[in-house]
């Protein structure tokens, strides 16, 4: 079985249950949309299962904010995401095998970890090193995307946009640390994670105006 063949694990996954295996072994997550759910219009949509579900999940990847398990059973067919950064002890390496990152990730030699095989690739899950590990894509080389402070990656066993589902190599397995000569070439990277705060902020926006709007037409009837 290749890495990219989830076919067999199309079923409806057990998310509360997946989510409190999470949160047992450490993790803080927040839950997300499944793929091609429409979501403040089409740029939204577009992001193929990988945006947060709830306003609380948008201040998660700013403000330190742990959804609680009971989220997902409220949701039980969300998405789930698994908060990045120094606070949450976890940096995830995502390797995009089209975009060149299988033979980016052996010139890198990064040691086995914790690992998840996504619809086109792989996430390697590895203890934070504390200090500052940017967020960026392909900055560190090609096809490689570094989850790092103030971002999150999409969790087993969430589905992909390619239909398949995410899932654990194997699950019982401990994150290793990153090599120090790769935490040197991150910290040498600018930070833009104000950028995806800034995304989150405008979304926001979007998600309260129309709500104000509402509010005000309701109110200004009721004072008729």
Partial sequence: MSVHDNRGLR???ATVEAATRLVEKGFSLI??????????GSYLAKKNGKYPLTMMSFLGTSLGHKTPT????KHPDANIGILTGRPYGVVIIDVDFPQGGESSMQALDLPGTLTAVTGNGLHLYYRHPGGRIPTCSGR?????????EHSFATAPPSLHASGHRYRWREEDVAMSELPGTTVGRLRQLPQRGVLRDFVHILALVRILLPASAL????????ER
Wanted: hydrophobic letters at 40%; proline letters at 15%.
């Fill in 140 to 148: 560190l080389a090609p096809g490689i995307d570094v989850k790092g």
């Fill in 215 to 222: 509010l005000a037409r309701l109110l200004s009837g009721t």
């Fill in 31 to 40: 839950p997300l949309h499944r793929p091609y759910a429409r979501v403040l």
């Fill in 11 to 13: 079923e409806p996954p």
């Fill in 70 to 73: 009971s989220t997902f059973a």
